[in-house]
């Protein structure tokens, strides 16, 4: 047993520390020994040294503010009609979904592509007990962002009265086993996907479609979320009746939780545990064989007589960055989901929610003015997403040496990484100006000062996330999916985004709202210009001194 609660130690450890800021050159299979055994301080000591909790409090809490809002919003429609069970199981739900969509497609790459698998299979404990780590570190990252997405709700719920602390004890128990279900599901697809796509040249592409169409269902919930909360109220019985036919184990929790039945709340655990270990249990028998198998491809050559083609250095290193981008799920997801939601609320915008913000416009003529720095703010803080440089130097990881040593300037090896992100970025921003006039939001003039102050953001991102990725890179990282999921450049571009971007919000209402919107305008379009040109500047003299001192 200590022997399985360190090798969680670790796994948990290392998953978190692919966040930190600076790591030491040992991953977690060099954590784990220390003089031929485990060392069961090394786990806290690599999150003590890197302060790598950082980045997983931040995520703490942007969950913790989804649970929040969508706890209140819940709490005013269902509690007047006595409905806080469903409001519960709601919850349960989304925390679910995030979970899912968070460790889902993450899943194979966690277990199966791990740099340390060689070194855990060949200690003295069970395939078992390396898969049971592997997954307890995932399930206690699902633990904190339930507790971030549920623990809110019935917090609240308490505050208000409802079912007093007999409640929320029921309620935490049932939350301590929620992730389980997230998990399981995240194995099985993992394993699937290991097994089923070996061999097939295109399985990244496949993974990244099927990341792309469930984030789509859930941006799509989400836009229908009020008309659905309207049916709730309309129809509350025949929604307890589809979880209690199609989702038994969540309507075993909330009626557990709520209702004080507690065979029922001992079923949920049950339903949660029992197949989590069952899975774990056979999967176990052939864990070794999978791993070969994902390592190792039947790779066959077809050689055929063709014309001989050159190309010069930036476009052989950009067509690298092009097929790295799109042939890595975490990397897409992870920097690149701001173009799938600039293209969802666009497409939500002009098929379906113009006669809304007409009306809201004609209830509050003073947001008509405010529609284009409106518009900008929006889609500003969906491009900050879109961050592939910020990335792109870690990535490279033992393999950094080649660039460096290959006859080519670090200008243009910086000019490739940038050209993809600029293109990542133009896919977003292009429609934004466009799609807004022909919604009649926007006249000619404003339409083409939005459209210049987001392509000159296009050009100011990816310049801004190299340069973080030059400062903070993260060579020594077990897997590609920890080099991007959780990287402490991605994290500073993305966040830092934001904050700029809300600082521009509270610029323009303190000191822009009773000005013409070209004023607004054309001073960002300064700002961006003249840091693009800073950051270039920079790139060009410290940039190279720090790329080729790495």
């Not at 409090?57 to 919003?73: E, K, N, P, T, W």
């Not at 599901?185 to 993974?207: E, M, Y």
Request: some cysteine; glycine content about 8%; charged content about 10%.
């Amino acid at each position: 047993m200590s022997a399985l609660l360190t090798l969680v130690k670790i796994q948990f450890a290392g998953l978190i520390n692919s966040a930190a800021k600076f790591g030491g050159r040992r991953g977690r299979a060099g954590a784990a020994k220390k003089g031929g055994a485990f060392n069961k301080a090394t786990a806290a000591d690599i999150a003590k040294k890197t302060g790598a909790m950082g980045p997983l409090l931040i995520f703490f809490g942007i969950f913790a503010y989804i649970g929040v809002v969508y706890g209140l919003m819940l709490y005013s429609f269902l509690a007047p009609v006595n409905a806080l069970d469903i409001a519960l199981a709601l919850m349960a739900v989304i925390a679910v979904m995030l979970c899912i969509m968070f460790m889902f497609f993450n899943g194979a790459g966690f277990l199966f592509g791990g740099k340390d698998n060689d070194f855990l299979l060949s200690m003295p404990v069970s395939t078992f007990f390396i898969m049971l780590s592997k997954t307890l570190a995932l399930y206690l990252e699902g633990l904190l962002f339930s507790v971030a997405v549920v623990g809110p709700s019935v917090i609240l719920f308490f505050i208000k009265g409802f079912g007093g602390a007999a409640f929320v004890l029921r309620a935490a128990l049932g939350i301590l086993f929620l992730p389980f279900l997230p998990v399981t599901l995240s194995v099985l697809f993992g394993q699937i996907s290991a097994v089923f796509t070996r061999g097939f040249k295109h399985k990244n592409l496949f993974n990244t479609l099927l990341s792309f169409a469930f984030l789509a269902f859930i941006m799509v919930g989400s836009f229908q979320i009020n008309g659905a909360l309207n049916a709730l109220i309309l129809n509350q019985n025949a929604f307890r009746e589809f979880l209690a036919r199609y989702l038994p184990p969540l309507s075993w929790f909330v009626n557990g939780a709520v209702n004080g039945h507690v065979l029922q709340l001992l079923a949920f655990v049950a339903a949660a545990v029992m197949p989590f270990l069952l899975v774990l249990y056979i999967f176990s028998f052939s864990y070794k064989k999978t791993l070969t198998m994902a390592a190792t491809s039947n790779v066959t050559f077809n050689y055929r007589l063709g014309r001989l083609q050159a190309h010069n250095a930036f476009s052989a290193l950009f067509n690298k960055e092009v097929h790295r981008f799109f042939g890595t799920t975490s990397y897409v997801l992870n920097c690149g989901v701001g173009i799938l939601m600039s293209w969802g609320a666009l497409i939500y915008l002009y098929f379906f929610a113009q006669d809304q913000v007409f009306m809201l416009l004609g209830m509050e003529p003073a947001l008509a003015n405010a529609v284009p720095a409106l518009a900008i703010v929006t889609f500003a803080f969906l491009l900050f997403t879109v961050v592939p440089a910020a990335a792109s130097i870690s990535l490279e990881g033992n393999r950094l040496w080649i660039l460096k040593e290959a006859p080519v300037a670090p200008a243009t090896v910086f000019f490739s990484k940038i050209a993809l992100n600029t293109l990542l970025c133009l896919a977003a921003a292009l429609p934004v100006a466009p799609v807004l006039y022909l919604c009649g939001l926007v006249n000619p003039l404003n339409a083409a000062l939005i459209f210049a102050v987001l392509l000159t953001l296009c050009g100011f991102i990816p310049v801004v996330g190299l340069c973080s990725n030059l400062l903070l890179p993260k060579l020594d990282v077990v897997n590609e999916t920890a080099a991007i999921k959780n990287s402490g450049s991605v994290l500073l571009v993305t966040f830092g985004g934001m904050l700029l971007t809300m600082a521009f919000s509270a610029l323009y209402v303190a000191f822009f709202i009773a000005r013409p919107f070209y004023v607004f305008a054309i001073l960002l379009i300064v700002i961006f210009v003249a840091a693009t040109a800073a950051l270039s500047a920079l790139l060009r003299t410290w940039g190279v001194r720090r790329f080729l001192n790495m």
